[in-house]
């Protein structure tokens, strides 16, 4: 009993239940480590091809094929793409979160409530490429609009800036490498959208993959955008 009381305190829980009009419900309980952020898997009894590494393998991916059987984020997608297989990304559904400390309710759609699914699943799954954004999991706001997802990236990074700092390290306070991980956000995101399009898979998950890279495009944009970073300025007035 007490292992299963310290286990529960070292994880931290996300229930997504996707709930259709026609009664029909999908439950995801996500599990993720609270020291690395990493999800913790669930036990699966074979895998499609698909998820092969070097089938579609990112360009930047840094994984060996001799050394690593599976893409880290295929092999964590697995179930939930499994789940929407065949589904109309456009249907309409109720879906509700629930985090450890608030729960979330929305109408929405299959594709919106996918990519917010997705996002969780593909940051935590072990790709190196994506573990930089792990620490917006900590902190996941589902149905975050442009200008949160713009704020929180540019937070997190500064939040990283600021320790390394404080380490004795070379801080990036003018966010040059913030744009060089999202362009390989970019790359790791379009590459397995192509993985996707050549899986046996339908359009739902394609579509909500195609919404999260238009969220790191404009995370990318933000950066490079000095009209936009002005506008933002004008919330910290206070300080200024």
């Not at 895998?47 to 393998?57: A, D, M, Q, S, V």
């Not at 359009?203 to 944009?221: N, T």
Request: aromatic share 12%; charged share 25%.
């Amino acid at each position: 009993m007490n292992e299963t009381i310290n286990y529960l305190k070292n994880v931290y829980n996300f229930n997504y239940n996707f709930r259709f009009n026609d009664g029909k419900e999908l439950k995801f309980n996500i599990q993720l480590d609270k020291v690395s952020l990493g999800m913790i898997p669930k036990t699966q009894l074979g895998y499609p091809e698909w998820i092969i590494l070097g089938h579609r393998k990112c360009p930047i991916c840094p994984f060996d094929e001799k050394n690593v059987n599976y893409c880290p984020i295929a092999k964590n997608l697995v179930e939930v793409i499994d789940s929407f297989k065949g589904m109309n990304p456009d249907e309409d559904i109720e879906l509700f979160i629930n985090t450890e400390t608030r729960n979330y309710f929305k109408k929405t759609t299959v594709k919106e409530g996918m990519s917010s699914l997705i996002g969780i699943y593909m940051v935590t799954g072990g790709c190196p490429i994506l573990d930089k954004l792990r620490p917006m999991v900590r902190f996941h706001l589902p149905f975050a609009d442009h200008e949160e997802t713009k704020y929180r990236a540019i937070t997190m990074y500064l939040m990283a800036q600021f320790l390394l700092y404080k380490q004795g390290k070379i801080p990036d306070w003018d966010l040059k490498y913030l744009f060089s991980i999202y362009k390989n956000v970019r790359i790791v995101n379009r590459s397995f959208h192509e993985r996707l399009a050549e899986s046996p898979l339908k359009k739902a998950s394609i579509e909500a993959l195609m919404k999260l890279d238009c969220f790191a495009g404009q995370v990318s944009d933000t950066i490079v955008d000095k009209d936009t970073m002005s506008n933002m300025s004008e919330l910290f007035n206070a300080y200024m």
